[in-house]
T-cell receptor, first 114, second 112 residues
């Protein structure tokens, strides 16, 4: 199984809501990533988890809170978001957080903040 | 952050023709990867080429790497409508140990 799944596919939330994005992989990958992608732009790295520990936080605002409950699951908790946070949120996994390995991406969650 | 620039930004060709996209980067790299993204969906890894390789093939894809010019090209032969997508290059710089540096992408449209 070389698939990364993400739920939900679409999410609309108000600025006072709390919601969570979920990501799952069963490839035995030890690194998992959250990216944010705006229209017609490349993905921007947000967080990297390596062996279920947060290894990289690319200065992401605290209204985004990642969580890695186990080696197969990755969550992104959202709270008090701003309209400019509307974007496609992509989860990815790879064998290692060291570079030189391909990353497998999920289909993304299209987030709209109203 | 981005170190890659892709050219052209957009490319429209007839089905059956070959499509060539270019990627230039600024710093020395260990590897360069190409990804495809269908409209509003996740990215799919196409090919990885290491800095000591000059050319790599995968099916209808051919990637070249010229480290002296800090550039790479992706050639798709005998294009199909299903190849319509955005194509991104991503590099890992020698002095970066965790983050891929992405190019701006080329939007490829295959006309039937």
């Amino acid at each position: 199984d070389t698939e990364v799944t993400q739920t939900p596919k679409h999410l609309v939330m108000g600025m006072t809501n709390k919601k969570s994005l979920k990501c799952e992989q069963h490839m035995g990958h030890r690194a998992m990533y959250w990216y944010k992608q705006k229209a017609k732009k490349p993905p921007e790295l947000m967080f990297v988890y390596s062996y279920e520990k947060l290894s990289i936080n690319e200065s992401v605002p605290s209204r985004f809170s990642p969580e890695c409950p186990n080696s197969s699951l990755l969550n992104l908790h959202l709270h008090a978001l701003q309209p400019e946070d509307s974007a496609l949120y992509l989860c990815a996994s790879s064998q290692s957080s060291r570079l030189g390995y391909e990353q497998y991406f999920g289909p993304g969650t299209r987030l709209t903040v109203t | 952050s981005q170190q890659g620039e892709e050219d052209p930004q957009a490319l429209s060709i007839q089905e059956g023709e070959n499509a060539t996209m270019n990627c230039s980067y600024k710093t020395s790299i260990n590897n360069l990867q190409w990804y495809r993204q269908n409209s509003g969906r996740g990215l799919v890894h196409l090919i990885l080429i290491r800095s000591n390789e000059r050319e790599k093939h995968s099916g209808r894809l051919r990637v070249t790497l010229d480290t002296s010019k800090k550039s790479s090209s992706l050639l798709i032969t005998a294009s199909r409508a299903a190849d319509t997508a955005s194509y991104f290059c991503a590099t890992d710089a020698v002095d970066s140990n965790y983050q891929l540096i992405w190019g701006a992408g080329t939007k490829l449209i295959i006309k039937p």
